[in-house]
């Protein structure tokens, strides 16, 4: 069936360093690709989304990269900060416009101060 | 954080019993999803609702039902609970993009 691929599934930076997550897709339909964040014990939060008509975005020091020929789309955070370290999960719509998202296993960032 | 609540918040219970979820929201919105959260799985749908009386399966069903009698409040049922059935139960909604999905606090659940 389909599926999101998330790598790596655990990432270790000292602060101020870059991160970077990666995930990839099956379904050629998806066209939404939302990235959530999730502290230990807490709900996941939305903290940026791109669609297939763009292929990058960016908030301040977060911003996503998608490349829809390879299916591949990716988070990068710049200049981290310990209040970044948390569980980061990546999702597709399966389907398209109107399908239900399909999530990655998380990635378990930890930024060393 | 968007108007939903969950309730209970924790719940422990012993197999075999029945046990209901409660999801509300306060958004107005037209789509509502029940996700599971399991160590090493990421988030799994169960089943979501695309309206009032509206209710489809996700992924990971099998054991679960839903029903939905007002926009506001979403329930999910364990007819009869099992071990396996321990985990996060997170509520979801949407508005009518669909794509945008924002997330309620979480049930944590225990089944003994």
């Known amino acids: 069936g389909e599926n999101v691929e998330q790598h790596p599934s655990t990432l270790s930076v000292q602060e101020g360093d870059s991160a970077v997550i990666k995930c990839t897709y099956s379904?050629?339909?998806?066209?939404?690709f939302p990235w959530y964040k999730q502290e230990l014990g807490k709900r996941p939060q939305l903290i940026i989304d791109?669609?297939?008509?763009?292929g990058e975005k960016k908030d301040q020091r977060i911003a996503v990269t998608l490349n829809k020929t390879a299916k591949h789309f990716s988070l990068h955070i710049t200049e981290t900060q310990p209040e970044d370290s948390a569980v980061y999960f990546c999702?597709?719509?399966?389907?398209?416009?109107?399908?239900?998202?399909?999530f990655g296993k998380g990635t378990k960032l930890s930024v060393k101060p | 954080d968007a108007g939903i609540t969950q309730s209970p918040r924790h719940k422990v219970t012993e197999t075999g019993t029945p046990v209901t979820l409660r999801c509300h929201q306060t958004?107005?919105?037209?789509?509502m999803y029940w996700y599971r959260q399991d160590p090493g799985h990421g988030l799994r749908l169960i089943h979501y609702?695309?309206?009032?009386?509206?209710?489809d399966k996700g992924e990971v069903s099998d054991g679960y039902s839903v029903s939905r009698s007002k926009t506001e409040d979403f329930l999910l049922t364990l007819e009869s609970a099992t071990s396996s059935q321990t985990s996060v139960y997170f509520c979801?909604?949407?508005?009518?993009?669909?794509?945008?999905?924002?997330f309620g606090p979480g049930t944590r659940l225990t089944v003994l």
């Open positions: 979801a909604i949407s508005g009518a993009s669909r794509n945008e999905q924002f």
């Open positions: 379904d050629s339909a998806s066209n939404y």
């Open positions: 791109i669609r297939s008509n763009v």
């Open positions: 999702a597709g719509n399966y389907g398209g416009s109107q399908g239900n998202l399909i």
């Open positions: 958004e107005n919105h037209r789509y």
């Open positions: 609702s695309y309206g009032v009386k509206d209710t």
